[in-house]
């Protein structure tokens, strides 16, 4: 009997493969119950999302998104979100600390002063014509930015420490005027100081302050 050509292309193996197989003869099988080794459709239904996501923000890009070592899509954070934050920040630290000096300012007019302060002209002296909040501006935004940092740490115990100090001298050692010219800004620097601490280095501060205070037989009322 003389053996059968073989095949010569794809389409005449196909056609040989149907012609010598009949459905009867396909294998059957159980599917696998087995967790899946790749992507779920939740997982890809959420990376779509993310995908979505940055289109109302921007069309997506290898600068708005990235592949995470486990083959997931991330959005890459925005610079500028975190340059508007710290902006943000140093506005609303400067602006407490100019109403807490002319608070301040106000309390010690209050105490030491003969008549009785009025606020527009106090507040015109105190902060528009003043150096002060220019002067407080560019130390927040010197400083806070880094305030988290161990030398900044130190640099904000010794401010808190030498402010609150020379404070409590002023207070019962100097003449009123001196008090009055002094007890806000020292008060301001003071307050910045002991905040932008940890809280268990401000306590420290505080009792290093109040120690020295009391060495010194001073009194804080």
């Not at 904000?156 to 609150?164: Q, S, V």
Request: aromatic share 10%; proline share 7%; with cysteine.
């Amino acid at each position: 009997m003389a053996s059968q050509e073989a095949p010569r292309n794809r389409k005449e193996r196909r056609a040989q493969t149907k012609k010598g197989q009949s459905s009867n003869e396909i294998p059957f099988a159980r599917p696998s119950r087995e967790a899946p080794k790749g992507k779920t459709l939740l997982e890809i239904a959420e990376e779509r999302q993310i995908l979505q996501r940055s289109v109302h923000h921007g069309s997506p890009s290898v600068t708005t998104t990235q592949i995470n070592p486990d083959g997931s899509i991330s959005e890459i954070p925005d610079p500028s979100d975190s340059t508007s934050t710290t902006y943000a920040d140093i506005f609303l630290y400067t602006s407490s600390l100019i109403i807490l000096y002319f608070t301040l300012t106000l309390l010690v007019h209050h105490q030491y002063a003969t008549d009785r302060p009025s606020l527009l002209p106090l507040f015109t002296s105190s902060v528009l014509s003043s150096p002060a909040p220019w002067l407080i501006l560019v130390l927040v935004a010197t400083l806070h930015p880094r305030a988290s940092l161990p030398t900044m740490q130190v640099v904000f115990a010794t401010m808190a420490i030498m402010a609150g100090s020379w404070l409590v001298k002023a207070s019962n050692d100097e003449p009123y005027m001196a008090v009055m010219n002094k007890a806000p800004a020292l008060g301001t620097l003071w307050l910045w100081g002991v905040i932008e601490l940890r809280w268990e280095v401000a306590v420290g501060c505080l009792a290093v302050t109040g120690g020295w205070g009391w060495w010194k037989g001073y009194s804080i009322w």
